[in-house]
């Protein structure tokens, strides 16, 4: 069965950085791909970026553009999204997600059970 399972997620103070890693087990990525989501205390899930597993493209929304990178490496079937100069405003609970279809718009088949990110001094 399809597993996904975040780690990296901790306290870090503004202006610093955070790697998250999500693996993946029981599918291939090269056949999906992973978004990273992200939903904060009252607020709805947001869409973070994502990368297609077959070609490597990225997309990121624009609250993140310039800061968080995304990388992928298949033959350890994990994604990476690396974060860098992180805001209060980048506090949430980030979620990885599988799906055979790239984007931030619709819903994904496959959940992880999320990392929480927290960004203070």
């Known amino acids: 069965q399809v597993q996904l399972v975040e780690s990296g997620g901790g306290l870090v103070q503004p202006g610093g950085s955070l790697r998250l890693s999500c693996a993946g087990s029981g599918f291939t990525l090269d056949d999906y791909a992973i978004g990273w989501f992200r939903q904060a205390p009252g607020k709805e899930r947001e869409g973070v970026s994502c990368i297609s597993g077959s070609d490597g493209s990225t997309y990121y929304a624009d609250s993140v553009k310039g800061r968080f990178t995304i990388s992928i490496d298949n033959a350890r079937n994990t994604v990476y999204l690396q974060m860098n100069s992180l805001k209060p405003e980048d506090t949430a609970v980030y979620y990885c997600?599988?799906?055979?279809?790239?984007?931030?718009?619709?819903?994904?088949?496959?959940w992880g059970q999320g990392t929480q990110v927290t960004v203070s001094s």
């Open positions: 997600a599988a799906d055979p279809v790239s984007g931030l718009v619709h819903e994904y088949d496959y």
